[in-house]
């Protein structure tokens, strides 16, 4: 039985769905479809990691839904990856310099599983 | 060639004004040296009416005050050139008079400072008109005339500063006539220089203001240049990005199934397969759209198709068309059409894109149960076309943007996944190519209302490429 649970946000059910089956091969994966979803459930039940989208409904739904959880108390401690489009890339690095953006780790889309689960497993195990 | 300066004061009175100013300042150090020689004159043994002098260098330095003060007030704005020139005019009647008297009392036709009334003649020319300068040149001539004569008949006293000169002998004669052409002569040669002078000026005033013209409308042909180079860049980037969206993810399926996480012969691997192709088409639906729209962009290669385009029948084959969708939904399409509507020149595939494209988005967004009303009217000229529906509605702040490039509502998004965000794009271009315009408003009560204005006569005109970013197919990147 899987100890760790993990929220996975992504809007392409297709891409959660791949991504599901590589992570539930070592943790308990959960999904949601956009930010204001995600956010119910981290609220609800605080998952072990959040693995955010960084364009969903809106442009940086990603970004706004990181700044929501490290600004309330019960979720800062949260550790978060954002995985976004290639070009999206030095975006995300210039507003995680700035600190707008407190994550863990950003990735870039797409991601082979095998990389994937090692980042993971070096952010919680 | 008379050279008209008025027509030219903008160029000339600021140059003017500054050159008052400047002569106000010499006349500092000419008042000066007139009381400097009115208190060292007695020191040096010459004979002289220096007291005299001293009266003459205060006058000077009264007026001057005066000038200066006149001059100060015209600061910044220094006024016309004739209101100018009547004060260069002043100066040079007062310093004329200042200069008879000091020559009165330096030796007459013998003062060392005759000299001075060419240097003023030659100012004077540069400052004020010729014709003006003569005649101050013949009244200058005329004083020195009867000083002289003033002089010779003992009406008026000698005042010689050397001590063995004591009356003005017949070399004065000379004296007064060589001063006077000199002075005429410097008028001529001071004209003559300076008229050619102010042509240039002008020449070079003109050439000016032409280049920085030039390098105005150069300067706004690049900002063009560069607005539609990065609205290209961008549009390059952002299509980039949304092939690229549906690409990761099936690179990441197949990746997924490779690498064994799961089996591609079981039910789960077989419905990853499947994702993966939907996504394929969502590419390949893309890839449609980019070319379509680069199509209606180019427009040119379209003008051959233009004809009269029934917009009734069009939009009836439209309803034929969309039946089985609008059915498929449980939507109810509705036609309220008043009079005919032809337009003299259409491009019948683009429309047909359009309208369809209007109608289908009305359909998809809406509930089961909805209806679409079709509303088709002439007004002033031009046929006005509806879309309405009570489906899911337009955010009020996305009104206009939907009609950007890879633009979709959030609530569209929520609604289904179909749709590439380029059709409304496509949409306006293929209006406003036929000369037309489109907007998008929120229903009274909910759901959405896009009208689309045509004139009914009018050539679809040819879109430029660079008007609006768009692409060809060969700049696509491949």
Known sequence: MPGKRILLVDDDEVFVEAVRAVLETRYAVETAPNGTEALRRVREDPPDLVILDVMMDHLSEGFDVARELRRDEKTRGIPIIMLTGVDQVYNVRMEVEEDWVPCEKYLEKPIAPQELLEHVAEVIG | ?478
């Not at chain 2, 030796?107 to 003649?121: C, D, K, R, Y």
């Not at chain 2, 002998?169 to 001529?188: E, K, Q, S």
């Not at chain 2, 990761?248 to 197949?254: A, M, P, S, V, Y």
């Not at chain 2, 059915?327 to 008043?338: A, H, I, S, T």
């Open chain 2, 1 to 478: 060639m008379t050279l008209h300066e008025e027509r030219f004061s903008y160029i000339f009175a600021p140059e003017l004004y500054e050159r008052l100013r400047w002569f106000v300042r010499l006349r500092w150090w000419a008042a000066l040296g007139l009381v400097a020689t009115s208190l060292f004159g007695p020191a040096l043994g010459l004979p002289g009416a220096w007291p005299a002098l001293g009266v003459v260098g205060g006058f000077v330095c009264a007026y001057n005050v005066f000038f200066r003060v006149a001059l100060g007030r015209r600061e910044g704005h220094p006024g016309g050139l004739r209101g100018l020139r009547a004060c260069a005019l002043r100066q040079m009647v007062m310093d004329l008079a200042a200069l008879l008297v000091t020559v009165h009392f330096t030796g007459g036709m013998l003062s060392p400072l005759l000299p001075f009334f060419t240097i003023h003649m030659a100012l004077g020319t540069i400052m004020i008109a010729t014709r003006t300068m003569h005649v101050l040149a013949t009244v200058t001539a005329a004083g020195l005339l009867g000083e002289y004569l003033g002089e010779a008949s003992g009406w008026l006293a000698f005042h010689g500063i050397h001590p063995e000169v004591t009356e003005c002998g017949r070399a004065c004669d000379l004296h007064l006539v060589a001063i006077t052409v000199a002075m005429f002569g410097i008028i001529y040669l001071t004209d003559s220089v300076t008229s050619r002078f102010k042509r240039r000026n002008i020449e070079l005033h003109h050439a000016k203001r032409e280049l920085e013209e030039q390098a105005a409308r150069l300067r706004r042909a690049l900002e063009d240049i560069r607005r539609v180079e990065d609205r290209k860049s961008h549009y390059m980037r952002i299509s980039a990005h949304q092939l690229r969206s549906p690409l990761g993810t099936i690179r990441t399926t197949l990746r997924v199934l490779l690498d064994g996480y799961v089996d591609p012969a079981s039910d789960k691997g077989r419905k990853f397969l499947e994702g993966a192709v939907e996504r394929v088409d969502e590419l390949l639906a893309i890839v449609g759209d980019l070319l379509e729209l680069a199509k209606v962009r180019e427009g040119l290669d379209r003008a051959p198709w233009t004809r009269n385009v029934n917009l009734n029948q069009l939009l009836a084959d439209i309803f034929d068309s969309l039946e089985p969708a609008a059915e498929g939904k449980q939507v109810r399409l509705v036609p309220d059409f008043e009079g005919v509507a032809v337009l003299e020149h259409g491009i019948p595939p683009d429309l047909v894109y359009a309208f369809e494209n209007l109608v289908d988005n009305a359909i998809k967004y809406s509930e089961p149960g909805g209806e679409v009303v079709v509303e088709l009217r002439l007004v002033d000229g031009r046929a006005r076309v509806r879309v309405k529906d009570r489906g899911i509605g337009i955010p009020e702040e996305m009104l206009e943007d939907v009609f950007l490039e890879f633009v979709r509502a959030p609530n569209a998004k929520r609604f289904t996944r179909e749709g590439t965000g380029l059709g409304l794009s496509i949409v306006k271009e293929v209006i406003e190519a036929h000369g037309g315009k489109i907007w998008a408003e929120r229903r009274e009560g909910g759901g959405t209302v896009v009208t689309v204005e045509l004139p009914l006569r009018g050539d679809p005109r040819p879109r430029s490429r660079e008007g609006n970013g768009g692409v060809t197919p060969e700049e696509l990147p491949s």
